[in-house]
Each structure stands twice: as structure tokens, then as C-alpha cells.
């Protein structure tokens, strides 16, 4: 059974970088087909996808975040990050990492599908202005 774990700051001042890792453990990164995956949920919103990273190590951005953010992964250690630059208050959200077998493009798809994706259990993060 696959888990998935992030682990990153829970607070970052706006403008600098927020740095987030998905650790992945009961299957491997590099598996076809599937898709690894950034999502976000700031208080009172919806979920929203914020990047992704295919098995062949391809990276995938919505276009609001694509000149901010970066997702990476690392087949040694079986993990996937994520990196969001200049980042503001509008950044606080929960973040959640997801493999998914195909690549959605919006937060409400991956709800929608919810029981049908694994997630790890979120991580808050706050951005101090």
C-alpha cells in the first residue's frame, strides 16, 4: 500500500521560497504511469493544483504558478518536491501530496476523485507577511 508524507516549514515570509517534500513509501516514483502531485487548499477555498511530476520525471504547472513554481523528483530517495518562489500571504494553504494515475488540471478533479487517489495527510503551511 503506497503512503505518501510531506514534510516541510509550516511558516515562510512572503517573498522568499517555500520548500515542500513528499516522501513516498510502498512504491516506487519511477512506476508507470503515473503522476505525482501538488495540490493546495487556502482556508475557505477550493482545492487548486499547484504542479506535478510525471514517472518519466516530467514536470507540469498550472499556468498561474508555472513562472513560480518548480516540481522535482528523486529516484534514490523515492520523493518528490515541490518549490514555490516570492511567495505571499494568498501561498497559506494546506498542501497535500497525491499519486494519481492520470494528470488533471484542476483542484476539483482530484476532489471529485478523491477516494480513488492516494494522498498524504497535508501539511499547513502559513506565509508571514
Known amino acids: 500500500q503506497v503512503q505518501l508524507q510531506e514534510s516541510g516549514p509550516g511558516l515562510v515570509n512572503a517573498s522568499q521560497t517555500l520548500s515542500l517534500t513528499c516522501t513516498v513509501s510502498?512504491?516506487?516514483?519511477?512506476?508507470?504511469?503515473?503522476?505525482w502531485v501538488w495540490l493546495r487548499q487556502p482556508p475557505g477555498k477550493e482545492l487548486e493544483w499547484v504542479g506535478a511530476v510525471a514517472y518519466s520525471g516530467s514536470p507540469y504547472y498550472p499556468p498561474a504558478l508555472r513562472s513560480r513554481a518548480s516540481c522535482s523528483s528523486d529516484e534514490s530517495k523515492n520523493l518528490f518536491t515541490l518549490q514555490l518562489r516570492s511567495v505571499t500571504p494568498e501561498d497559506t494553504a494546506v498542501y497535500f501530496c497525491v499519486r494519481s494515475p492520470r494528470l488533471y488540471y484542476s483542484g476539483p478533479d482530484y476532489e471529485t476523485r478523491r477516494s480513488e487517489l492516494d494522498w498524504g495527510q497535508g501539511t499547513q503551511v502559513t506565509v508571514a507577511s
Open positions: 510502498g512504491a516506487s516514483i519511477t512506476t508507470r504511469h503515473y503522476y
